[in-house]
């Protein structure tokens, strides 16, 4: 398996694992609706993804040799393209929807979380599609 | 618009290293300035290299781009 399509497993895997934690935590009632709380359990997941995701690709790159050193090549960045492309859309959308339509209708943290849940979707789409093209072949 | 016709890219680039001194995909990606696994891909057709690509990959061999790729329609 190529360098980058394992960090790109790495990375969805953690995002979805963070992500999904702190929806249960929203959907159950345990976040509470001031933003200060939405922030602050966001930030504290978030942080732990994140860290998660570095501590990964520094093992990754150095179990992977000259490979993990070596700079994306237009393969790779075709592939980012593409993955960027599809998130672009998602995010659009769900830009629409919390900017446009949620104001009308709902309050602040729902608006807040849902802006959250777009920023998630985007990034999956991408990775799941970076992945998928590094697995089933990219034809530019 | 026209419907573009039905065809895929093909390559010799396995040959090509073979007839290199069995020549690794890593050593035809560092010369080229691709990972292993690219050239890997464009070997078993999975990616169509850009042209710039196409001509460092003919270059290496010393073969005009047709001998490389060929359109199979």
């Not at chain 1, 360098?3 to 990375?11: D, G, I, P, Q, S």
């Not at chain 1, 608006?111 to 992945?131: F, H, K, R, W």
């Amino acid at each position: 398996m190529a360098y980058r399509e394992k960090t790109a497993w790495l990375t969805l895997g953690c995002m979805l694992v963070a992500y999904a934690i702190y929806f249960s935590l929203v959907l159950s009632g345990h976040v509470g609706p001031r933003l200060l709380d939405i922030i602050w359990t966001f930030g504290i997941i978030a942080s732990i993804q994140a860290i998660l995701v570095i501590i990964g690709h520094v093992v990754l790159a150095l179990s992977s040799g000259a490979e993990g050193r070596a700079k994306p090549d237009e393969r790779d960045r075709a592939i980012t393209r593409r993955g960027r492309s599809a998130a672009y859309v998602v995010l659009l959308t769900g830009t629409i929807v919390v900017g446009v339509v949620m104001p009308f209708s709902d309050p602040a943290p729902r608006i807040v979380n849902t802006a959250l849940l777009a920023i998630v979707l985007a990034e999956t789409v991408s990775y799941v599609l970076i992945i998928a093209s590094y697995r089933r072949g990219w034809h530019g | 618009m026209a419907k573009p016709l039905p065809g895929r890219v093909v390559n010799q680039i396995r040959l090509l290293r073979f007839m290199a001194d069995e020549m690794t995909q890593a050593e035809l990606g560092d010369r080229i300035g691709m990972t292993r696994q690219t050239v890997a891909a464009i070997e078993a057709g999975k990616y169509s290299p850009t042209l710039e690509a196409a001509f460092r990959i003919a270059q290496v061999f010393g073969k005009p781009l047709d001998e490389v790729f060929q359109w199979e329609g």
